[in-house]
C-alpha cells in the first residue's frame, strides 16, 4: 500500500481502522476496591507497528503541572495513607513523516498517586496513555457477550472505583459524583478515589475561604 500520499488525518483515520481493542491486562487496587485496565505497554505494542507502517511519529511536546497535593485515604480497616497527588496537562503531537509540516496535537490529562517518589511518573504514562488511546478510538470495554448473567446484575454502586470509605467522605463534604462525573466527562463507574478527593479538597479550600 502506497501510504506516502496520504495526509495526517487520511493516516490516523486508517491507523485507527486497524486497531480492534486492547486487552485490560492491569489489576488496580485503590482504597480496598479494585478494577481492570489497560497498561501503556499494552498501548505501545499496538499503536507503535501501525505508525511505523503508515508513517506516523507520535510525542509528547509539552506537559504541565495543574495541580499538586497531599491525598490522606483511609483502608477498609481505617488506616490512614497519605499519598502524593499530581494532575499533569500533556500536549500530544502526531507528525506525518513523509510531510513533517503536517501535525495534529491533542491534550490530554494524567492523574498520578503514589506513595513516593512514582506521582509525576504515573501522571505521565497515563496522560500519554489516554492521547493515544483517544487519537485512534482504541476499545478498552469489556466484550458485554462476555459478561455473565450474574456479572452482569452488579449495581452501578457495585461497580464503581471509588471505595465506600471516599464515598462517605464525600457525602460529609456533599460531593455529589453524579455532577463530578458530568464535569469531569467521564461514566461514574470510572471515577476514582483521587478524582473525588479533588473535589472534596476543592469544597473544602471553597469553604475555608468563605467562612475566613
Request: no cysteine.
Amino acid at each position: 500500500m502506497e501510504t506516502k500520499s496520504l495526509n495526517l488525518f487520511q493516516k490516523l483515520s486508517k491507523i485507527s481502522s486497524e486497531i480492534k481493542s486492547a486487552e485490560k491486562d492491569l489489576e488496580i487496587s485503590i482504597g480496598g476496591a479494585k478494577y481492570k485496565a489497560v497498561s501503556e505497554s499494552v498501548i505501545l505494542n499496538i499503536v507503535k507497528p501501525l505508525e511505523e507502517k503508515y508513517g506516523v511519529y507520535s510525542y509528547p511536546t509539552s506537559r504541565a503541572i495543574v495541580d499538586s497535593n497531599l491525598v490522606t485515604t483511609k483502608d477498609r480497616n481505617g488506616t490512614e495513607k497519605t499519598q502524593f497527588f499530581e494532575r499533569i496537562e500533556t500536549v500530544y503531537r502526531f507528525v506525518n513523516i513523509d510531510n513533517p509540516s503536517e501535525v495534529i496535537d491533542i491534550t490530554s490529562y494524567g492523574d498520578g498517586l503514589d506513595n513516593g517518589d512514582k506521582s509525576v511518573g504515573k501522571a505521565m504514562t497515563y496522560a500519554d496513555k489516554y492521547a493515544l488511546m483517544k487519537a485512534y478510538k482504541i476499545v478498552t470495554g469489556d466484550d458485554p457477550d462476555k459478561v455473565g448473567s450474574e456479572e452482569g446484575k452488579k449495581t452501578v454502586s457495585e461497580t464503581m472505583k471509588v471505595s465506600e470509605t471516599v464515598k462517605k467522605q464525600a457525602a460529609l463534604f456533599n460531593v455529589s459524583l453524579d455532577k463530578l462525573a458530568i464535569y469531569l466527562k467521564k461514566k461514574i463507574t470510572d471515577l476514582t478515589d483521587a478524582d473525588v478527593l479533588e473535589a472534596i479538597e476543592v469544597k473544602r479550600k471553597a469553604a475555608e475561604k468563605k467562612n475566613g
